[in-house]
Nanobody, 121 residues
């Protein structure tokens, strides 16, 4: 059984910083792309940042220059460093990973349970 567990969300003032972590666990053979999505109330889930197995990254225009995605392949963990946070960054943040489990022949998309980030004074 493969699962993703996020941590690091919380309440922060505008201009502040937070670091999200997402650890994949279980019977994992390989992890391809990993990423962070977010969903604000009344809005669709959107991609925030992604990172390939080779380390290439991409970001939503709204977070470029403020957020940084990284990964530690030895720990099967992806991070999202968020700085200069704005109220419009308030959302539930979800981790996503493309994982090949042991004994399987194809990669499967897995999601974390989500972690709340609230930016407010």
């Amino acid at each position: 059984q493969v699962q993703l567990v996020e941590s690091g969300g919380g309440l922060v003032q505008p201009g502040g910083s937070l670091r999200l972590s997402c650890a994949a666990s279980g019977s994992i053979f390989s992890i391809n792309a990993m990423g962070w999505y977010r969903q604000a109330p009344g809005k669709q889930r959107e991609l925030v940042a992604g990172i390939t197995g080779g380390g290439s990254t991409n970001y939503a225009d709204s977070v470029k220059g403020r957020f940084t995605i990284s990964r530690d392949n030895a720990k099967n963990t992806v991070y999202l460093q968020m700085t200069s946070l704005k109220p419009e960054d308030t959302a539930v943040y979800y981790c996503n990973a493309d994982i090949l489990a042991n004994g399987r022949n194809w990669y499967v998309d897995y999601w974390g349970q989500g972690t709340q980030v609230t930016v407010s004074s």
